[in-house]
Each structure stands twice: as C-alpha cells, then as structure tokens.
C-alpha cells in the first residue's frame, strides 16, 4: 500500500469514534479539508473552585502535515475551554510519507492517553494551584500572543485586558479565563486555537509556539468581517 495521509475527515471519524467509545461526545469541530479543529467533552468533572465546575475533554487540531492532540477543559459557568499543551498526555502525530495505517494507531492511542481520568485530574489540579495565585509572572506572556500579525495581536491584548480588567479578582485564573472567553468569541479557528492553547500555558506560565506562519492566520479585521467564517 502506497504511504498517504489521513484526510481531515478520516482524522475526525477516528477521533469521534474514540470519543464515544470514552463515554463522550464531540461538541464542536471545523472542518475546511486542510485544517481540521474539533473539541469533544468526557464524563469527568468536578470543581476547581466552589460552584465552579470544569468538565474534562480532549482537543485535536490536524493538519497535512501534523495531527497535535490534547488534554482539555470546559468551564461550565462560561462555557470557555483551555487547551492544556502542556501536559504530559498531549501527543503529536506525524500526518506525511506514512502508511495510513501507522498514522491511525497512532491517532488512536494519543486519543485514549488524553481520555484517561488521570489527565483530567491533573490538569484540573494545575488550574487550582492559580486560582489565587499572583498575575505578575503571567502577565509578561502577554506581549508574545503568539507572534500573531500586529493587528490582530494588538486587538487581542485590548480585549484580554479589558475583561481581566473586569474580574473581581486578579489572579492567575482570572487572567487564563479573559483569555479563554476572547477565544470563545473569536470566529477564526486558528486565532481560537491559539488563545485556548495561551489560556492553558497560562497555568504553568508558558507560551506556546505557534504551529503555523502567523501570515497563515487572518488579521483582526478580516476575521471579524469576513462572512464566511464559521460562527
């Protein structure tokens, strides 16, 4: 069998199967036939701080190229998700010159290590070791943003500030969820993806490297006025 690469769509199908046989269910995904974005919520969940609940889950972005798979959390009171890159359960899968089938195995054990219980657990303990932890350290991550294109990073920045501005408390986890909640109401899957996966290395005061050229992702402007971006 010639090597090949798994398509966008085999990607998702053999992501969503894992994610139910876990007892989850996918609970968004963008497909364009290059890049693929897909989100998907398990069983687990439990309190990171008093009446405020997180749900673990796993996210997936896929290329060409690379399939990156990681553990991830869902804040039920906001509906904000945070990409934990960090953690020792995310995989990165080589998409290019292989047997389809190698790719698939592979695929489908970084699925079940991000599953596992233990991967909620940890990562839900890392975002309650900041709740009340100081903002300083973090907030020098904040001029990096990924080396996205001028515009949009300066626009991020501006909406990131001003509702960790709004927080009642300025801690670490108040900065993690302004980030998330700029994600959550950002429409470019790319710039998304980015700001979950910051929101994540908020926790453990890392800035993630971008996958992509920052040319790749859409400006500020485009993105907010493009209407053929999904909502």
Not at 63 to 76: A, D, G, Q, V
Not at 115 to 130: K, N, P, Y
Request: aromatic fraction near 6%; glycine fraction near 6%; proline fraction near 5%.
């Amino acid at each position: 069998m010639p090597n090949q690469a798994l398509s966008t769509a085999e990607i998702q199908a053999i992501f969503a199967e894992e994610i139910s046989d876990a007892g989850g269910f996918n609970s968004e995904t963008f497909d364009d036939g290059v890049r693929l974005f897909s989100r998907a919520i398990l069983p687990w969940i439990d309190d990171v701080r008093p009446k405020d609940q997180m749900k673990g889950g796993v996210a997936i972005r896929a290329t060409e190229c690379e399939i990156c798979i990681h553990p991830y959390l869902f804040r039920t009171v906001c509906r904000n998700g945070a990409i934990m890159a960090h953690a020792i359960e995310t995989r990165r899968v080589e998409n290019t010159d292989i047997l389809s089938e190698t790719a698939t195995f592979a695929l489908r054990e970084a699925v079940r290590g991000c599953c596992v219980e233990d991967a909620f657990t940890g990562a839900l303990q890392d975002v309650r070791s900041i709740v009340q932890s100081e903002v300083d350290q973090a907030l020098t991550l904040m001029p990096l943003l990924f080396r996205l294109p001028s515009a949009a990073g300066s626009e991020m920045i501006r909406q990131i500030l001003f509702r960790f501005m709004e927080e009642p408390e300025q801690s670490r986890f108040s900065l993690m969820n302004a980030i998330t909640s700029v994600a959550r109401d950002t429409r470019d899957p790319e710039l998304r993806w980015r700001l979950e996966e910051l929101g994540g290395g908020i926790v453990v005061a890392r800035t993630p490297t971008p996958a992509l050229d920052p040319a790749d992702t859409l400006s500020a402007l485009e993105w907010e006025d493009s209407s053929s971006l999904p909502v």
